[in-house]
């Protein structure tokens, strides 16, 4: 996936322009993709009490995004909670504007966003709610990540955030502390294995604990909420 550092800020002609050039692109590369991974829901498990879906993992760059501006300010990507200062640079109203929202669609795409994260993170009468996390690939790493989706106000959904390829001395996950609702960075295992997202998500399923820093008990002490138990 692809991200854009801009600085200043293009226009609205400008970053439309990029971003058809990148979705065009991205369909290029799938179409020839050699290998893929196709998610699907069987009805006679997906329906079944006894097999509940409980994790469900979104891509970021053009999935959760339209297309992806960050600012090239380096505390973009190293201050949780980052917010402009300096007069010229992008505005909050700007980078959620060119990120998450459609020029394309008449419908508020961001408010359809936030309610279906909040549909899915609710789950199924009378099962548990569901985990949400983000698994991405993106240069400017996780705090890049977080810090867009605190501006558009999406954070809340998600109990994780992890970013690909896996960095020396940079952190390339993000938990949810349940009892505070503070992020926390944390060094996920994705070094140790093959950079390949298929892989990731093998291990995630194999071992939560090492993803899921929460599971078990947070940083302070407290039970692991019931949908990650």
Not at 175 to 204: G, M, N
Request: proline residues 9%.
């Amino acid at each position: 996936q692809d991200s854009i550092a801009a600085d200043p800020r293009p226009t609205r002609e400008e970053a439309l322009n990029m971003a058809s050039k990148l979705i065009s692109r991205e369909k290029r590369r799938s179409s020839n993709s050699i290998y893929r991974l196709r998610c699907i829901e069987r009805p006679e498990i997906g329906n079944s009490l006894e097999h509940p879906v409980k994790l469900v993992i979104f891509d970021f760059d053009e999935t959760l995004t339209l297309a992806t501006f960050m600012p090239r300010d380096e505390g973009f990507a190293t201050k949780v909670g980052w917010r402009p200062w300096a007069p010229g640079e992008w505005s909050c109203e700007d980078l959620v504007l060119y990120n998450f929202v459609s020029p394309f669609a008449e419908v508020d795409r961001l408010a359809w966003l936030r309610e279906l994260l909040a549909t899915l993170a609710a789950g199924e009468p009378g099962q548990p709610p569901r985990v949400l996390a983000v698994l991405t690939r993106n240069p400017r790493g996780v705090i890049a990540v977080l810090n867009l989706l605190m501006l558009a106000g999406l954070e809340a959904y998600f109990s994780a955030i992890w970013t690909m390829p896996g960095q020396t001395g940079v952190p390339d996950g993000a938990y949810r502390v349940t009892s505070t609702q503070e992020w926390r960075c944390f060094d996920t295992p994705a070094r140790r294995v093959h950079d390949h997202k298929a892989d990731v998500l093998s291990h995630i399923v194999d071992h939560p604990g090492e993803w899921f820093p929460q599971i078990g008990r947070d940083m302070n002490g407290a039970p692991p909420p019931p949908a990650l138990a």
